[in-house]
């Protein structure tokens, strides 16, 4: 482990924070000198031109060639959320105490970088390999990952004849939820807070509007997949899901409102369109307007399909040799979808459990658990089957 935690602490040590893109020269330069130290051709595809920042966006691609007929890319990213406060640790020095090592990024993502190259470094020295393998170490994941790795396979055409995302948690993962956000916005009429009876005000308007609202949720969560949830979870399959996120309104204590902005994140089981679940949105906001008297608007800012691989695909029968568990579908997102797009059928697995406090503070990452998402990923190419 001495080489794994090394790298981890280097790579902890920068604050690759996504929401100020720091330190992701740095960080790239280093994935691709370790990667080249390993004896490993390594490139950096920057999508810096389409960044409207302006600010590097530097994208690693590290390349096995075992001279095998297929490619198995494996994806993970180094940008991390910002460490926000209450840390009982420092969030930019890897601390180790017993079997867990802490940080910012130490579980989410950093340790998936350390694993997948830990594994190819082996399969490289042993010549094991029956697959080449294809490591993505990519920016913006935190952010949607557009310059990430929807930039490797949309412009780079980053292609393979499957793809493993490490930045999950110990479970067999074959699909990923859909997202659609949008803004519900409730009209009143602002005045003079001295004079309430010659105004509306939008926030005695849109609360027991928006408690309405929040019981979509009971009507999403009728939505079950076929897929499973992964365990420990309160369903046993997976299940649409409504949440009102975000609430604004008012300028100031002397004026009456004359509008409130809630936004919402919605939820949809892999194999859900994204059309039918706005239409059955659409449907209870009109009906919860009546009920409530209001004068409100529904606006959809964001929609992304979700996506699944076939649990009877031979990418996920050759997974399951190495890692024998029933394949479930996870909650969240993530960079696989750039892939699944294209064709390519994806598996996540990683790190992450739930009292990693993954995005919280003092994340940590079980030493364990690197090891065994570096032996799966060994083992998984070193049993390869064409898929
Ligand atoms: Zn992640």
């Given at each position: ?28 330069e ?44 494996i994806?993970t990213?180094?940008?991390v ?8 640790r ?14 910012r ?32 170490a ?11 790795a ?35 916005i ?9 004079y ?10 849109a ?41 604004r ?34 449907d ?18 964001t ?15 050759n ?24 064709g ?44």
């Amino acid at each position: 482990m001495n080489w794994e935690l090394k790298l981890l602490s280097k790579l902890v040590a920068l604050d690759t924070d996504s929401t100020k893109r720091s330190n992701y020269s740095e960080c790239a330069e280093l994935i691709k000198d370790e990667a080249e130290g390993c004896g490993f051709a390594a490139r950096i595809c920057d999508a810096k031109r389409l960044a409207e920042d302006g600010k590097p966006r530097p994208n690693v691609v590290v390349d096995l060639e075992a001279g095998a007929r297929q490619t198995l890319i494996i994806a993970t990213h180094y940008d991390v959320v910002p460490a926000g406060g209450g840390w009982r640790r420092q969030p930019f020095k890897l601390t180790v105490e017993g079997e867990r090592a802490y940080g910012r990024g130490a579980n989410d993502d950093k340790s998936g970088i350390v694993a997948a190259l830990s594994a190819m470094r082996d399969l490289r020295r042993l010549a094991e390999s029956k697959v080449n393998v294809r490591l993505l170490a990519t920016c913006d994941e935190e952010t949607g990952g557009k310059l990430g790795a929807g930039y490797l396979a949309e412009r780079e055409k980053i292609r393979g004849n499957a793809v493993l995302v490490v930045d999950a948690s110990r479970d067999l993962i074959v699909g990923a939820s859909g997202i659609v956000f949008g803004k519900i916005i409730v009209k009143g009429k602002q005045g003079h807070a001295g004079y309430p009876h010659r105004a509306k005000n939008a926030i005695t308007y849109a609360l027991p509007f928006l408690q309405d609202m929040e019981k979509f949720a009971r009507i999403r969560e009728k939505h079950l997949s076929f897929l499973k949830a992964p365990r420990g979870e309160p369903k046993e399959h997976l299940w649409g899901r409504f949440s009102i996120t975000m609430l604004r309104a008012g300028e100031k204590e002397n004026i009456i409102p004359g509008e409130v902005e809630a936004r919402f994140d919605m939820r949809l089981v892999p194999e859900e369109g994204t059309r039918g679940a706005i239409d059955e949105l659409k449907d209870y906001f009109g009906r919860a307007k009546i009920r409530n008297q209001v004068d409100a608007r529904l606006l959809i800012t964001t929609k992304q399909p979700g996506y699944y691989t076939r649990p009877d695909h031979k990418f996920v029968g050759n997974f399951q040799k190495v890692f024998p568990e029933e394949p479930s579908a996870m909650l969240g997102g993530n960079d696989g979808r750039f892939f699944t797009a294209r064709g390519i059928p994806a598996i996540s697995f990683g790190t992450g459990r739930k009292e990693c406090n993954v995005h919280g503070k003092d994340e940590f990452v079980y030493l364990d658990d690197i090891e065994l998402v570096k032996h799966t990923i060994y083992n998984l190419c070193a049993n390869w089957e064409d898929v």
